[in-house]
């Protein structure tokens, strides 16, 4: 089993910055691909970014638009994501999920195996 935890959400101002973890217990992140999908209320969850098993490989959705980048630390069994010039509209829950699959990297939420609890982003104007 994998356990996912999640931190470093918050609540910032439009424009600025948050840097989110995952940590990974259980299994080593190179075995996994693993990404972040968030949910906003209303809305079904989304794929945000992608990053394979060595975390040299990794994906964005069209709206990150340059702004975020995920990263792995194998050293610290953790994925992050760091996310600048934050809007409004990138309120939501993120939650970081992985997949022992093989699949090269994990863009549907239907494909992972394991998620974390979820930690909230708040970008006031």
């Known amino acids: 089993q994998v356990q996912l935890v999640e931190s470093g959400g918050g609540s910032v101002q439009a424009g600025g910055s948050l840097r989110l973890s995952c940590a990974a217990n259980g299994r080593t992140i190179s075995t996994l691909v693993m990404s972040w999908f968030r949910q906003a209320p209303g809305k079904e969850r989304e794929f945000v970014a992608a990053?394979?098993?060595?975390?040299?490989?990794?994906y964005y959705a069209a709206f990150v638009k340059d702004r975020f980048t995920v990263s792995k630390d194998g050293a610290k069994n953790t994925m992050y994501l760091q996310m600048n010039s934050l809007e409004p509209e990138d309120t939501a829950v993120y939650y970081c999920?992985?997949?022992?699959?093989?699949?090269?990297?994990?863009?549907?939420?239907?494909?992972?195996?394991?998620w974390g609890q979820g930690t909230q982003v708040t970008v006031y104007s």
């Open positions: 999920a992985s997949s022992a699959q093989n699949t090269k990297l994990l863009t549907y939420p239907t494909r992972a195996d394991y």
């Open positions: 990053i394979d098993r060595s975390g040299s490989g990794t």
